[in-house]
């Protein structure tokens, strides 16, 4: 059946400013990390970008090596830009990355402007595009010159491979640097990518918002629901078929039931507020406007539904940040976020 989709797409939809750019984001943005591989059914990845599209989230992020195998999450993309989303190019961002492990060799990871083009190359193929809305350096090359690989997502959009690019998961010094050699190339960096959620807050301490506000760098946060803990999911204890019950990038082993408990706390101030947890995390992290985008994944339709609709309250008053905080630190949330690798 053919897609068509909603004429109220934009009716309840926020979007903001992405930095000082002229590019505006949805406050939601749907990512094909996890699910969009081969061990998800086609249909299922259909539903969940048609249902992300039908609720006014614009943007699509990507990355060379998402999967599983790799490069399957751009395929899968690119075949539902064909079948569902044709002649919608120009309502869509569309934006992948490279800098991780993509292809066996010296030249199939981190930042070489050899490595960075020609991912960029062939992610453009996979999903049979002309050119990405950003194109992401995914992580810092601590090898590289940082010339080289900002030189090359200078490249990149000169080239016409990409309209803007931004960086991923560098921390608030090595933004400036990165932020600083973009504007002397005259290729503005836009965006950045960190972790960021109630549990995890490196960028706080970091000062990276900080440094993003004064340079005017634009951010999308990414797993802002701590890979689903921040969800019911949880609340009952590890359930089977999920993240953390599969190793996906989720240590069943630091799921305590003192993390349990800290997640059962906040879903009572979430239920309080008339949200779900995955909405009450999604509103903290967009809390006062200093994150542009939260960046959802999902496993089915129903949850991109749920998580859009977090924009209807973003408002927190100081008593539930106050017990929000109560229950974000201690031993147990800081292990988690060590092993899970989310700085």
């Known amino acids: 059946m053919a897609y068509h989709p909603s004429d109220t797409r934009y009716d309840a939809a926020v979007y903001r400013r992405c930095g000082r750019s002229g590019l505006k984001l949805p406050a939601i943005s749907f990512g094909l990390w996890h699910n969009f591989g081969y061990d998800t059914p086609h249909q299922t990845k259909r539903a969940m970008c048609q249902a992300a ?38 309502e869509l961002i569309i934006s992948s990355k490279a800098g991780y492990d993509m292809w066996p060799g010296p030249y199939g990871e981190w930042g070489s402007r050899k490595y960075l083009i020609a991912s960029c190359d062939q992610s453009l193929k996979r999903m049979g595009l002309d050119y990405v809305d ?36 560098y921390n608030s010094q090595r933004t ?105 995390a999604l509103a903290w992290v967009l809390r006062g406007g200093r994150v542009t985008t939260a960046l959802i994944g999902a496993s089915k339709p129903e949850q991109v539904v749920e998580c859009a609709a977090a924009v209807e309250n973003l408002a927190f008053t100081d008593a539930e940040l106050a017990q929000i905080d109560a229950l974000s630190g201690g031993e147990d949330v800081n292990l988690w976020a060590k092993s899970a690798e989310l700085e």
């Open 134 to 169: 950003i194109f992401y350096s995914h992580r810092f090359d601590p090898d590289t010159p940082l010339e080289e690989t900002m030189g090359a997502l200078d490249h990149i959009v000169r080239s016409g491979r990409a309209l803007y690019v931004g960086i991923s998961s």
């Open 176 to 280: 400036r640097e990165a932020v600083a050699i973009l504007n002397d190339l005259g290729t503005p960096c836009v965006i950045h990518q960190p972790s960021y959620n109630i549990f995890n807050r490196w960028v706080e301490e970091d000062g990276l918002l900080d440094t993003l506000e004064e340079e005017g760098v634009g951010s999308i946060a990414f797993t802002p629901l701590a890979q689903g803990l921040l969800t019911k999911k949880y609340l009952g204890g590890v359930p089977d078929g999920s993240r953390a019950s599969q190793g996906k990038s989720l240590d069943q082993g630091l799921i305590t039931d003192g993390m349990i408990d800290k997640v059962r706390g906040l879903n009572e101030i979430a239920e309080a507020r008339g949200q779900s947890l995955a909405q009450m």
């Open 53 to 90: 599209f039908d609720a006014g989230i614009t943007h699509f992020d990507l990355a060379n090596n998402y999967g599983p195998p790799y490069g399957s999450a751009e395929e899968a993309f690119g075949d539902i830009l064909k079948c569902d989303f044709q002649g919608f190019r120009d």
